[in-house]
T-cell receptor, first 112, second 115 residues
Framework: NAGVTQTPKFQVLKTGQSMTLQCAQDMNHEYMSWYRQDPGMGLRLIHY???????DQGEVPNGYNVSRSTTEDFPLRLLSAAPSQTSVYFCASSYSNNSPLHFGNGTRLTVT | AQKITQTQPGMFVQEKEAVTLDCTYD???????LFWYKQPSSGEMIFLIYQGSYDQQNATEGRYSLNFQKARKSANLVISASQLGDSAMYFC????????????FGQGTRLTINP
């Protein structure tokens, strides 16, 4: 039972580089989302999706793109990495909008 | 807009004691859900308990219970008979129950259980 799988677990980027954080879930959940966790600030929503082909912005979307071509996958793209994007990124999925989020194990990203 | 406030940055409790972690929330929407998550030092987010705004009874899950006081807009987590393994960060979160699920998290409380 894999649940929500995020790759990579760790990543170091130089300012200006681009990359994609991968997220896949095998629970057939319609709802998927990306959060970032910074020290002392809890988790903040970046982007979310309510189903394949439907995405929308969360609280802190600038500098990130998402797409949802399948129910299973919800990649997060950093277009031009900045030091302010140094954070821990969590992907999550849920069955409905009042059911618990299932989180991946996180990606620790450092931008130098 | 929704807001979650956790006023206790850190708490220290003796093993086997009960502990209450505070959470207050703010929303104008009548239909919402409240969640508690645990984040141990290994970093994963673990769901603990859920309370819907229309639920008549306080939620319980094993040693965890949620003290839901709607008029005060509080949703405190109570851990009974604390264990060393309960040492972790605890986050309160809220989602409005319509449309997409967009959780708003508090800043968290770091709980340390002393032997």
């Amino acid at each position: 039972n894999a649940g929500v799988t995020q790759t990579p677990k760790f990543q170091v980027l130089k300012t200006g580089q681009s990359m994609t954080l991968q997220c896949a879930q095998d629970m057939n959940h319609e709802y998927m989302s990306w959060y970032r966790q910074d020290p002392g600030m809890g988790l903040r929503l970046i982007h979310y999706s309510v189903g394949a082909g439907i995405t929308d912005q969360g609280e802190v979307p600038n500098g990130y793109n998402v797409s949802r071509s399948t129910t299973e996958d919800f990649p997060l793209r950093l277009l031009s990495a900045a030091p302010s994007q140094t954070s821990v990124y969590f992907c999550a999925s849920s069955y409905s909008n009042n059911s618990p989020l299932h989180f991946g194990n996180g990606t620790r990203l450092t931008v130098t | 807009a929704q807001k979650i406030t956790q006023t206790q940055p850190g708490m220290f409790v003796q093993e086997k004691e009960a502990v209450t972690l505070d959470c207050t929330y703010d929303t104008s929407d009548p239909s919402y859900g409240l969640f508690w998550y645990k984040q141990p030092s290994s970093g994963e987010m673990i769901f603990l308990i859920y309370q819907g705004s229309y639920d008549q009874q306080n939620a319980t899950e094993g040693r965890y219970s949620l003290n839901f006081q709607k008029a005060r807009k509080s949703a405190n987590l109570v851990i009974s008979a604390s264990q060393l393994g309960d040492s972790a960060m605890y986050f309160c979160a809220m989602s409005v129950i319509q449309g997409a699920q967009k959780l708003v998290f508090g800043q968290g409380t770091r709980l340390t259980i002393n032997p």
